[in-house]
């Protein structure tokens, strides 16, 4: 990070790739969205030389999904699936992939399997809660924010030892704690332990965790690809849907190499939906909208850390300046 | 107390000689009775049984986690009720426990660590896995270490004293008693001092969380990651150090994984499990400071023995 494509990022709609009654994905549709995505992004005319350009077929691949809000909101698995076909399509055998996530019993409830070509795996880093088997004893961030006792946070192990790519599929949604969470937020929060000790309401670290995480070799160098999957979207009481009123149809994916720049679009996205519901921003501080019932979109259990996308940006994980970001829109 | 039973745990047991048969089925051979019953307990076959009172013994907390999950709190670590700070206060102290079922072998383990008198009354469920806990504590071979301590405690015998060491306990922070600042210690503590006000001791997690500051998390003798129920002990002499890891959630609730540092070079090891056939420590690591690995289960006690 940030890869090839500083500063780019390519935003796909398609009005018909999700039905916003029955939640149905159109996969078709979201077929043509990812291949024209890829072909934008990287400007070659054949999707196959784009996915070539980050994987090789000796690569393992892990596409790092986000299941922090399933069933009801997740990496969908008809775009998961699809990018497991494009991997295999350049020549990565399906036993090289490796679909993953932390948390088996959130993994468990989208039930990937279905939908992905045989033979790729499905991984979760913690088959019973708070195990760290999954995780790496060497790689790990070791710091006390409120003097907990265990400080240290262990990457997952399949990613320092087995990945050597990983595509991150991150959803489009605001956080409670982190303001929205999106690419950043998945490759830090999902791809190391012991992280919820962060966040302690009503303050938390979130502004400068998430990209000292990010920054962390080897998942820093592995993600060479972030898919936003922003068919359905939260905004508000994320990362979890657990009031459909808060979740919308954006029907759009955004795709770059850059995380910054993706999560300061999707900080965009957020705004302006929240605004169009007469929310207070991601960025308001106001003491007087902490609470703890955040039924009311203008209550929030925390005080939101949004800047943890420009803090990112100074670890030089991608651009935040919106004047030097650019932005394609492609409409299907 | 008894000659007997003295290195170890023991069982209180009031009932009649009656129910002699419940003991032998559960494995118990040994026990501790009241005076009363001693008589007509001597002529019991297959059981060793001798007299002791529980008058004047300290009452101990049954060990255990309380989870608290529906109670605001400042902090959501999980409350460990553990008892070490009490053997430690009173290290020629007598003592007893009154549990039921699985916490008796939780509780004879605890008192096993620490080297304590302690009688263990328990119900009829707790006879098995207290006879198997006191089996497993007879495998443990080697004359008892001396602990390991980075800190020297000054106790002034009060209550909130008490809770501080408790909360070092619980916190994995290895102190002893002393009566003076002890030099060869890296720290040392006494409340009402400017560095731990006795205002401060009013929230003794604050005390402790200032010790913990002081000290240094890289100079604890000892770390455990990725549980917050475990408490361990460190013993040693000049090249063995024998760890004993308490799970205080129990059996019921095993921990999987926790990674355990010590400071030291310690290049082999031996893993006792009081129930855990076919466990192996993993990435074990010696640095230049410090030995590290991974128990991948520890559903009750472990023992592990280093060595250089």
Same mark, same amino acid.
Request: hydrophobic share 40%.
């Given at each position: 990070?940030?890869?090839?494509?500083?500063?780019?990022?390519?935003?796909?709609?398609?009005?018909?790739?999700?039905?916003?009654?029955?939640?149905?994905?159109?996969?078709?549709?979201? %077929?043509?969205?990812?291949?024209?995505?890829?072909?934008?992004?990287?400007?070659?005319?054949?999707?196959?030389?784009?996915? @070539?350009?980050?994987?090789?077929?000796?690569?393992?691949?892990?596409?790092?999904?986000?299941?922090?809000?399933?069933?009801?909101?997740? #990496?969908?698995?008809?775009?998961? @699936?699809?990018?497991?076909?494009?991997?295999?399509?350049?020549?990565?055998?399906? %036993?090289?992939?490796?679909?993953?996530?932390?948390?088996?019993?959130?993994?468990?409830?989208?039930?990937?399997? %279905?939908?992905?070509?045989?033979?790729?795996?499905?991984?979760?880093?913690?088959?019973?809660?708070?195990?760290?088997?999954?995780?790496?004893?060497?790689?790990?961030?070791?710091? #006390?924010?409120?003097?907990?006792?265990?400080?240290?946070?262990?990457?997952?192990?399949?990613?320092?030892?087995?990945?050597?790519?990983?595509?991150?599929? /991150?959803?489009?949604?605001?956080?409670?704690?982190?303001?929205?969470?999106?690419?950043?937020?998945?490759?830090?929060?999902?791809?190391?332990?012991?992280?919820?000790?962060?966040?302690?309401? /009503?303050?938390?670290?979130?502004?400068?965790?998430?990209?000292?995480?990010?920054?962390?070799?080897?998942?820093?160098?592995?993600?060479?690809?972030?898919?936003?999957?922003?068919?359905?979207?939260?905004?508000?009481?994320?990362?979890?849907?657990?009031?459909?009123?808060?979740?919308?149809?954006?029907?759009?994916?955004?795709?770059?190499?850059?995380?910054?720049?993706?999560?300061?679009?999707?900080?965009?996205?957020?705004?302006?939906?929240?605004?169009?519901?007469?929310?207070?921003?991601?960025?308001?501080?106001?003491?007087?909208?902490?609470?703890?019932?955040?039924?009311? /979109?203008?209550?929030?259990?925390?005080?939101?850390? /949004?800047?943890?996308?420009?803090? @990112?940006?100074?670890?030089?994980?991608?651009?935040?300046?919106?004047?030097?970001?650019?932005?394609?829109?492609?409409?299907? | 107390?008894?000659?007997?039973?003295?290195?170890?745990?023991?069982?209180?047991?009031?009932?009649?000689?009656?129910?002699? $048969?419940?003991?032998?089925?559960?494995?118990?051979?040994?026990?501790?009775?009241?005076?009363?019953?001693?008589?007509?307990?001597?002529?019991?076959?297959?059981?060793?049984?001798?007299?002791?009172?529980?008058?004047?013994?300290?009452?101990?907390?049954?060990?255990?986690?309380?989870?608290?999950?529906?109670?605001?709190?400042?902090?959501?670590?999980?409350?460990?009720?553990?008892?070490?700070?009490?053997?430690?206060?009173?290290?020629?102290?007598?003592?007893?426990?009154?549990?039921?079922?699985?916490?008796?072998?939780?509780?004879?383990?605890?008192?096993?660590?620490?080297?304590?008198?302690?009688?263990?009354?328990?119900?009829?469920?707790?006879?098995?896995?207290?006879?198997?806990?006191?089996?497993?504590?007879?495998?443990?071979?080697?004359?008892?270490?001396?602990?390991?301590?980075?800190?020297?405690?000054?106790?002034?015998? $009060?209550?909130?004293?008490?809770?501080?060491?408790?909360?070092?306990?619980?916190?994995?922070?290895?102190?002893?008693?002393?009566?003076?600042?002890?030099?060869?210690?890296?720290?040392?503590?006494?409340?009402?001092?400017?560095?731990?006000?006795?205002?401060?001791?009013?929230?003794?997690?604050?005390?402790?969380?200032?010790?913990?500051?002081?000290?240094?998390?890289?100079?604890?003798?000892?770390?455990?990651?990725?549980?917050?129920?475990?408490?361990?002990?460190?013993?040693?002499?000049?090249? &063995?150090?024998?760890? &004993?890891?308490?799970?205080?959630?129990?059996?019921?609730?095993?921990?999987?994984?926790?990674?355990?540092?010590?400071?030291?070079?310690?290049?082999?090891?031996?893993?006792?499990?009081?129930?855990?056939?076919?466990?192996?420590?993993?990435?074990? $690591?010696?640095?230049?400071?410090?030995?590290?690995?991974?128990?991948?289960?520890?559903?009750?006690?472990?023992?592990?023995?280093?060595?250089?």
């Amino acid at each position: 990070m940030p890869g090839p494509y500083p500063g780019l990022v390519v935003r796909v709609h398609s009005e018909n790739s999700i039905d916003a009654s029955s939640g149905k994905v159109n996969p078709e549709l979201v %077929k043509q969205m990812i291949s024209s995505g890829m072909k934008t992004l990287t400007g070659d005319a054949r999707q196959e030389d784009a996915w @070539a350009r980050f994987i090789s077929p000796k690569d393992v691949v892990g596409i790092k999904v986000n299941c922090s809000g399933a069933p009801r909101i997740r #990496s969908s698995p008809e775009v998961v @699936a699809v990018i497991a076909e494009n991997l295999i399509a350049v020549g990565v055998p399906a %036993k090289q992939i490796h679909v993953y996530e932390r948390f088996d019993n959130q993994l468990q409830t989208v039930g990937y399997g %279905k939908y992905l070509p045989a033979g790729v795996n499905v991984y979760a880093a913690e088959t019973t809660r708070e195990s760290i088997l999954g995780y790496d004893p060497k790689t790990y961030v070791e710091t #006390s924010f409120y003097g907990e006792q265990d400080t240290r946070s262990n990457v997952v192990r399949l990613v320092s030892e087995t990945l050597t790519k990983i595509v991150n599929v /991150p959803n489009l949604k605001e956080h409670q704690a982190s303001g929205v969470t999106g690419c950043l937020k998945n490759i830090s929060y999902g791809n190391f332990s012991n992280v919820a000790r962060g966040h302690n309401a /009503p303050q938390t670290y979130l502004g400068t965790f998430i990209g000292a995480l990010a920054a962390v070799e080897p998942v820093r160098s592995r993600v060479v690809l972030n898919i936003m999957d922003g068919l359905m979207g939260v905004w508000h009481a994320g990362p979890f849907s657990e009031m459909p009123r808060f979740r919308f149809y954006p029907k759009q994916m955004m795709f770059g190499t850059d995380p910054v720049a993706m999560d300061h679009k999707l900080i965009d996205v957020i705004e302006e939906k929240r605004k169009a519901e007469g929310a207070v921003s991601i960025f308001d501080r106001s003491m007087s909208h902490v609470g703890k019932d955040n039924t009311n /979109p203008n209550t929030n259990h925390y005080i939101r850390e /949004p800047g943890h996308i420009e803090y @990112a940006s100074k670890l030089g994980l991608g651009v935040f300046d919106a004047a030097s970001i650019k932005l394609k829109v492609i409409e299907l | 107390m008894l000659l007997l039973l003295a290195a170890l745990p023991a069982l209180f047991w009031d009932g009649a000689a009656d129910t002699a $048969s419940a003991l032998r089925d559960a494995g118990i051979n040994q026990i501790l009775v009241p005076a009363a019953r001693l008589a007509s307990w001597k002529s019991v076959p297959g059981i060793v049984a001798e007299a002791a009172d529980l008058e004047g013994a300290v009452k101990l907390l049954p060990p255990t986690v309380d989870y608290r999950i529906n109670e605001a709190a400042a902090t959501s670590a999980p409350w460990v009720i553990a008892n070490g700070w009490r053997f430690i206060r009173r290290p020629g102290g007598r003592f007893y426990y009154d549990v039921t079922g699985k916490q008796a072998a939780l509780a004879a383990a605890e008192a096993f660590c620490y080297g304590a008198n302690a009688m263990i009354r328990t119900d009829a469920a707790g006879l098995k896995p207290l006879a198997a806990m006191l089996d497993f504590l007879r495998t443990l071979s080697g004359e008892p270490l001396p602990p390991v301590a980075d800190i020297g405690y000054i106790d002034d015998g $009060s209550a909130a004293s008490g809770e501080v060491m408790n909360l070092m306990v619980r916190d994995n922070l290895l102190f002893q008693l002393v009566t003076a600042p002890d030099r060869r210690l890296k720290l040392n503590v006494k409340l009402g001092t400017r560095e731990y006000p006795l205002e401060d001791a009013r929230n003794p997690g604050v005390v402790a969380h200032a010790v913990r500051f002081h000290l240094t998390d890289e100079k604890r003798s000892l770390r455990i990651f990725g549980s917050q129920v475990v408490v361990a002990r460190l013993t040693a002499s000049s090249d &063995h150090v024998r760890l &004993h890891l308490l799970n205080y959630a129990g059996a019921a609730r095993k921990v999987e994984g926790i990674r355990v540092r010590v400071l030291g070079q310690y290049p082999k090891h031996q893993l006792s499990l009081a129930d855990g056939a076919g466990v192996e420590l993993l990435d074990y $690591s010696v640095e230049p400071d410090a030995t590290e690995f991974t128990l991948p289960e520890l559903k009750m006690y472990a023992v592990i023995d280093l060595l250089r």
